[in-house]
């Protein structure tokens, strides 16, 4: 069985519109028409129809709405003119027509732009917020009047006792008053704090400052006392101008710097050997060697290149480290030496009238030369016996030795034996058995 041939076969997926041609094969119309080829649009099944087109707007809303869109400034001018007619003529509903429809036109003109600035101020977000606001404080205001909160609002407030607020209004001020002072109170120490730490730091770079200025002067004055005692062989010179020189520049260096620095030169000097008396040469006044790499020290007639004298009478050089050095033959009457390191220090014929050794460190320092039963102290007539210790030994009348470190025995007992009831008082482990030959 053929089957029949469909002349309103289905449309392909792939169109959606099927063109008919009505008529036969003229296509032409049998009411005398020229022949026109029309285009039927097939809706498919997935498309719904197109709703009829729109019905003209009537004439006159024609009319307003070009004349509107034409130039809306005209409506809000002709607004105006109406009011300042009737303005001009003293008529109350002329006037108050022209402006009602200026402000309407006006106010439909800005709209549009209200609503586009609003938007760039205002997020969406924001402006639901804002919104909300509104709409909450015109519905309180509402309900605060239709419901009778208002007149209630009033007569509460009629019944309060405003004496009592005024009280305690007066309170709230002491007290904001208060607040106040403890406000200024607290803003002063800040700024006590902020300039007492400012003072700290800068005394700390002026300390900085001062210690590096220091250790110039220091490192000049080394240099200059190695040129001036120095000749051009490499030898310790014993012309009197150059140790006066020297002597100048180091009791002028010794008052200018503080402990520290005074150990310094004096640790310095003492390495030099500038302090020690060398034995010299009597007709040239070159310092004679000892054979060993050194020079031979002369006790008894030797010159030193430097002769510190008073230079270090009263002087401050506690806590400092003075091991080792020089300091026979000084003046060190007061001096502070508590705390200083003194091994092996020579502090024979040294004055240390009453003179601050607390807590020092005196291992091996050398008081007197000799035995210590027949040491003395040094005398202002008298020689000295480096044999015998007679007058060798150090000047320590009145002299504290409290917490003296490793006090050896032979010293212990030099310094009960000449150093008076007050400096027997301070001396660690005490004086028991020891005479004291000085008899106060």
Wanted: glycine share 10%; hydrophobic share 40%.
């Amino acid at each position: 069985m053929t089957p029949k041939s469909d002349s309103s076969k289905s449309i392909p997926p792939e169109s959606n519109l099927t063109l008919a041609s009505p008529g036969g094969a003229g296509g032409g119309e049998e009411d005398g028409n020229p022949t026109e080829s029309k285009a039927a649009v097939v809706p498919t099944g997935s498309q719904s129809p197109q709703p009829p087109s729109t019905q003209p707007s009537p004439p006159t809303a024609q009319v307003l709405a070009g004349i509107w869109k034409a130039s809306p400034s005209v409506a809000v001018l002709t607004g105006a003119a109406i009011s300042l007619l009737g303005l001009a003529i003293n008529s109350p509903w002329l006037g108050l027509s022209g402006a009602f429809l200026a402000l309407l036109v006006s106010a439909v003109i800005i709209w549009p732009a209200v609503l586009s600035l609003l938007a760039q101020l205002l997020p969406p977000h924001r402006s639901s917020l804002v919104v909300a606001t509104v709409g909450i404080a015109v519905a309180t205001l509402s309900f605060l009047k239709f419901l009778g909160f208002s007149e209630r609002l009033v007569t509460w407030s009629r019944q309060i006792q405003w004496d009592a607020f005024g009280s305690l209004a007066e309170w709230f001020g002491a007290l904001g008053q208060i607040l106040i002072a403890i406000l200024a109170v607290y803003i002063a120490w800040q700024q006590y704090v902020i300039s007492r730490d400012l003072t700290l730091e800068q005394n700390r770079l002026t300390s900085q400052q001062n210690t590096l200025t220091q250790q110039q002067t220091i490192d000049a004055y080394f240099q200059g006392i190695s040129d001036l005692a120095l000749d051009d062989e490499g030898l310790l010179e014993d012309w009197p101008q150059e140790r006066a020189f020297c002597e100048g520049r180091t009791a002028a260096i010794l008052s200018s710097v503080d402990a520290a620095g005074k150990a310094k030169v004096l640790r310095f000097l003492s390495q030099s050997r500038l302090l020690t008396p060398l034995k010299r040469d009597r007709h040239l006044g070159r310092p004679i060697l000892n054979g060993n790499g050194g020079y031979e020290e002369d006790r008894d007639s030797g010159v030193r290149v430097i002769d510190l004298g008073v230079m270090l009478a009263g002087a401050d050089v506690s806590g400092t480290d003075l091991r080792w050095t020089e300091l026979s033959d000084a003046n060190l009457i007061r001096a502070n030496l508590s705390r200083c390191d003194l091994v092996k220090a020579n502090l024979a014929r040294t004055i240390l009238y009453e003179a601050n050794l607390a807590g020092a460190d005196i291992k091996g320092a050398r008081l007197f030369y000799g035995d210590p039963k027949t040491a003395t102290p040094r005398s202002r007539t008298e020689l000295p016996d480096y044999n015998t210790g007679e007058h060798t030994g150090a000047v320590i009348e009145n002299a504290d030795f409290s917490d003296a470190q490793r006090l050896s025995e032979d010293q212990r007992y030099y310094c009960c034996a000449w150093g008076g009831s007050k400096t027997r008082a301070t001396i660690p482990g005490g004086c028991q058995g020891i005479p004291n030959k000085l008899g106060r």
